[in-house]
Structures are given as structure tokens and as C-alpha cells.
């Protein structure tokens, strides 16, 4: 396969193909290049990075109004110039989830605990600590958390855990099978374009901009749409691990360019 038209199969292979909203592109690219307090993308980079998904101008530009109406990113201008960067509550969003998206390796505690409400004020207890990232929703009445036992849950009762054995309801739970089939097919697509990658490509900074982006994007609708669990809870259909291997495989060949760079070109 020819450089110019690996990448050109390479962005149809990686297309969202669950509704590629733009918002949430940009917000993937944005987490990918320009976390970092005082980054910026101009208006021009980011549209150099977008185009070739096949997204028109005026779907960027209405979807960085939404961004700046909800707060994820701030915009001035220099001229005739638009500079675009992420708002500290964007920043932080993004901050948030960095860790899951990035880990090479997922991050499992080795403890665990059970909680069980009975109906009434228990499980308004239990709806608070579900807010919190350290917990998995089992049903209406039960939840499980990472580390020991916590003190302030006087009206739920309470067990430290190991899973024996987790039922496959419970699997099709905290697992559905479309996001078993989102996952499938992703690691589908990324090993069709390293198997096909020309060994000699050389893509420009916007073009490798453009596949990390597609690439994030596309891993992130994934990792974050499951809790980081044991392997025993997952079915026995799911490939996240192979895909997570995949998917870094191929960010490893296409570092991240340089923002600096790709904003003076």
C-alpha cells in the first residue's frame, strides 16, 4: 500500500462508527496535544487536524461554541488569528480521565469491599457514594469498592470480598455487548492498518495529529464505558487487553508532534 493512501485508509478505518460527534473529537484532541496549562491550537491547526475526518469547517466552529457555552475551552483572538485552549474545568475533565486512557497497563486494586442498601435512606447512601470513581454500580442495592470497608456506612452492610465466581448477568452488567462489540471492532481496525502500515511512512505532523486523534478518540469511548476490574469479571468475549496492546502499538509509531510546530505551519 502506497504512504498517501495508507493514511487516507488508515482515517476511513479509524472513523467513529457510533455518530462521530465533533464536540467530543476536539476534545479528544485537545487531551492528546494540549492539556498542559498555557497550551493553545489555532484555529487553523485545528482545522488542519479535523478536515480530513471529513468534518466541514462550520461543524468545527459550532461545535467549539458548544465547548465554550459548556466551559471545557476559551478562545481569543490576535488579528486574524483564533486561538483556542482548555479552561481550568477543562483542563480537570480532562486531567480526570488521563490516567485510564493512557494506562498501559489498567490500574486494579487488590482489595475490595461489598456494600448492600436495603430501600430507603441505605440507598440514597449508597446513590452518594456511587458519585465517586471508586465505586461500581451491581444493581439498585449493592455496589462494589476499591480498598477496605469505609467507616461512615453505619446503614449498609458491609463485606470485605475476593470474586469466587461472577455470574455471566453480572458480566453482561458492568460489560454489555455493545460495548463488547465496540471493543472487538476496534482492535479489529487497528490491527488491519499495523499489519498494512508501509514500514517506510512518514506522515506529516498534521497527519499523525489527525490518526493520535482518531485513535484517542476512538480507545476513549471505550476504556472509560467500564470499571477497571479483576479479569474474572469481564466475558469471556472480551478482548480489551489484546485491543489495549494494539492500540498503543500503533500511538508508539505515531509520537505525538510537536503543538509549537504544528501551530507555526
Known sequence: MRNDSWFETAVETLADPQNQRVWSVIVSLFGDLAQKPGAEISGGTLTRIIEPMGIKPEAIRVALHRLRKDGWIDSTRSGRVSKHHLTEFGRAQSAEVTPRIYARTPRVAPHWHLLIAEDGPGVRTLDDLLLTASYTSLSRTA??????????????????????????????????????????????????????????????????????????????RVVLRHPDLPPVFFPDDWCGPACRHDVFTLLDALPSPDLKALNEN
Open 143 to 220: 455496589a462494589l469498592g476499591e480498598g477496605p470497608v469505609p467507616s461512615d456506612v453505619e446503614d449498609l452492610l458491609a463485606f470485605e470480598v475476593t470474586a469466587r465466581a461472577v455470574p455471566d448477568w453480572l458480566k453482561g452488567r458492568l460489560c454489555p455487548p455493545e460495548l463488547v462489540a465496540a471493543c472487538a471492532q476496534l482492535h479489529a481496525d487497528i490491527r488491519t492498518l499495523l499489519r498494512t502500515r508501509p514500514a517506510t511512512w512518514q506522515g506529516t505532523p498534521f497527519q499523525v495529529a489527525t490518526l493520535r486523534t482518531l485513535i484517542i478518540h476512538r480507545w476513549r
